[in-house]
């Protein structure tokens, strides 16, 4: 998997992440039929529309990024932009003698990461350290990661607080659609074009429809 970064900001307007759910139907007693809703795969999809260009991002960085993305569904990393919903806050069990703590989440925005012990904020470095669950330095991309303090905590509540990534491809490997531009300053340079492109992308993993690329 690659692990470049979705850069751009989604559009208000339109803009859905939602978890995938389906309908169900359940034959009950009496001939009678229950539908339910209920979540299929799990996974999370993204839709929306990016203008472009954007503080630091232009047109010719989504063509570079959707182009080394697309063909091959190729998987990146999307942090939700729904507000608190890339957040995770995790209250450990702490059994005597334990200094290690998995993450629930596997790509962890390390510069989001606030650990506390009984409600002191912790400092990286000194009081705890990061770690991929082989014992190697984190990165993103790897198998999952964990925090370790320098002594056990022990008799004191642990917090700890984060934002994390989603593993998504593009649904569909023809990104171009619905691509509207205008020239701002009646110059054709692609840097000077306001233009609105719709995105549609879904969480990939053990389940998720996109788990594979699909064949030829």
Do not use: C
């Not at 001939?31 to 991002?57: D, F, I």
């Not at 209250?91 to 409600?119: C, E, H």
């Amino acid at each position: 998997m690659s692990t470049s970064i979705w850069p751009f900001v989604f559009l208000a307007r339109g803009f859905r992440e939602y978890e995938e759910s389906m309908t169900a139907s359940s034959q009950m007693g009496g001939g009678k039929r229950v539908r339910q809703r209920k979540h299929a795969t799990g996974s999370l999809v993204v839709r929306g529309e990016v203008m472009l260009p954007q503080s630091s991002e232009n047109w010719n960085t989504i063509e570079s990024f959707v182009a080394s993305m697309n063909g091959a569904y190729d998987e990146f990393l999307y942090k939700r932009q729904k507000p608190g919903a890339a957040g995770e806050a995790e209250i450990p069990n702490v059994d005597a003698g334990q200094v290690n703590f998995i993450l629930t989440r596997r790509y962890v925005d390390v510069a989001t990461l606030v650990v506390k012990k009984a409600g002191a904020v912790q400092t990286l470095g000194t009081h705890y350290f990061v770690e991929d669950l082989a014992g190697g330095a984190y990165a993103l991309g790897d198998t999952g990661s964990r925090v370790g303090f320098a002594s056990t905590p022990f008799g004191s509540v642990v917090n700890i607080d984060y934002e994390f990534y989603y593993p998504v491809t593009f649904e569909e490997d023809m990104v171009m659609d619905g691509l509207e531009g205008i020239a701002i300053d009646g110059n054709s340079a692609q840097t000077s074009v306001v233009a609105l492109r719709t995105i549609a992308m879904r969480e990939t993993g053990p389940g998720f429809n996109r788990q594979t690329p699909p064949n030829a």
